[in-house]
């Protein structure tokens, strides 16, 4: 069965952005985010403990994607406890990692 064509947007519709890039956040809605983005990323830290007590090691890409997410919330610490994980590992950072 043939996939229906897809419609190609407009000139105009190209042009407008989107509305996520326009609304502005109060205060309140940005605390509520890192907030719950450190919750998240403590689920994570713990997550990774448990890796660590199995034998288990993260792969390169998910320690460049807690170091990102460390960075989102404003948390250099656990950012640089996770490059020294890092070494022990046995994982080079490279430059997508320092970038983060």
Avoid: N
């Avoid at 419609?7 to 109060?26: A, G, N, V």
Wanted: proline share 4%; aromatic share 4%; charged share 30%.
């Amino acid at each position: 069965e043939a996939e229906p064509e897809k419609e190609i947007p407009t000139d105009q519709e190209k042009q407008e952005p989107r509305s996520r890039f326009t609304t502005s956040l109060s205060k309140a809605q940005i605390e509520e985010a890192q907030t719950t983005g450190r919750a998240q990323l403590a689920l994570a830290f713990e997550m990774l403990g448990m890796m660590k007590k199995r034998g288990l090691k993260a792969d390169p890409e998910a320690y460049q994607c807690l170091i990102d997410a460390c960075g989102r919330v404003g948390d250099t610490k656990r950012a640089t406890q996770l490059l020294s994980r890092m070494h022990e590992d046995g994982i080079v950072a490279d430059g997508g990692v320092y970038s983060c």
